[in-house]
């Protein structure tokens, strides 16, 4: 697979998660670490028809298990340090904090062999935070130091996902079949987190169980997979900045679908992330 058709295949990934917000919307009232139970044992049960429809399974055996150790604490870990810095924070700005991960992995490519950080690759992720940041903020942020707790979280939250990211590189020889152990065991994680911290509620309607089946199918499955392939044999720094994209089309989806409307901030943030997607790629021609 080529640099370039590995990096599409990454930003599949950022127009999955564009989808996160609408169907997490509709899967409401099922509690966050139950729903993420339930949305990666969808996604793992994916990768396992995958894995035994082409074979890719016989891999398993040949992989370290440090390396399955290594992607279920990343992906568990995110998920459950992002719900709890919601909880001791507000959301917009502990999702802000998260949000610095994209930012984190154009830096941090820089320590990786044969990857050449540019100017570009640094002004387009900055202008794609910022970009975030007027999409999640909506124009307006207050950081309370009486919600530090959950701003550490957050940033601990950022550091997790770029990590489990740049590492992912640096086991490029690693098969992407691997991510559905990482998924199934997220899943046993999380469930039993759920049976310790929250009330179980199940989903009561067809919307429901029909936002919980594709956020297991997309958002919280195939996007994991697709992530994988790009991370590791695309274009790193296009793809970290490309993913300011995901906060710009989740609320652009939002207004299409009723549950937000559409603002000069909304428009703003466009600019940005898309002035900062063209820096980015163009440093990236520069480099190849």
Not at 91 to 97: D, F, H, K, T, V
């Amino acid at each position: 697979m080529t640099r370039t058709k590995a990096t599409a295949v990454g930003f599949i990934a950022v127009l999955l998660w564009a989808l996160l917000a609408l169907f997490t919307v509709g899967s409401a009232p099922t509690p966050p670490l139950m729903l993420n139970a339930l949305c990666f044992t969808i996604g793992g049960t994916l990768g396992v028809i995958w894995a035994i429809a082409t074979g890719e399974w016989r891999a398993l055996r040949k992989i370290p298990f440090r390396v399955y150790i290594f992607g279920s604490l990343s992906l568990f870990g995110y998920h459950a340090l992002y719900f709890s810095a919601l909880r001791l924070a507000p959301a917009a700005e502990a999702g802000l904090i998260a949000y610095l991960w994209p930012l984190l992995i154009v830096l941090m490519s820089g320590l990786l062999p044969g990857e050449d950080l540019r100017k570009g690759h640094l002004l387009g992720a900055g202008l794609g935070f910022f970009g975030a940041a007027l999409i999640i903020g909506g124009g307006g942020l207050g950081f309370n130091p009486a919600h530090l707790p959950g701003y550490g979280l957050a940033l601990a939250c950022a550091f997790t996902w770029s990590t489990y990211s740049i590492l992912s590189r640096r086991l490029g020889d690693i098969p992407t079949v691997s991510v559905v152990v990482f998924c199934l065991a997220t899943a046993v994680l999380s469930a039993l987190l759920h049976v310790a911290l929250e009330d179980t509620v199940w989903p009561t309607d067809t919307l429901t169980w029909v936002s919980v089946l594709a956020l297991g199918l997309g958002p919280v499955g195939l996007a994991f997979y697709v992530w994988d392939v790009g991370v590791k044999h695309g274009d790193i720094q296009l793809l970290g900045t490309a993913s300011y994209a995901a906060p710009l089309l989740s609320t652009i989806v939002l207004v299409l679908a009723g549950f937000a409307e559409p603002t000069l901030h909304l428009g703003a943030a466009a600019l940005l992330i898309t002035g900062g997607a063209v820096l980015a790629a163009r440093a990236s021609l520069k480099s190849s």
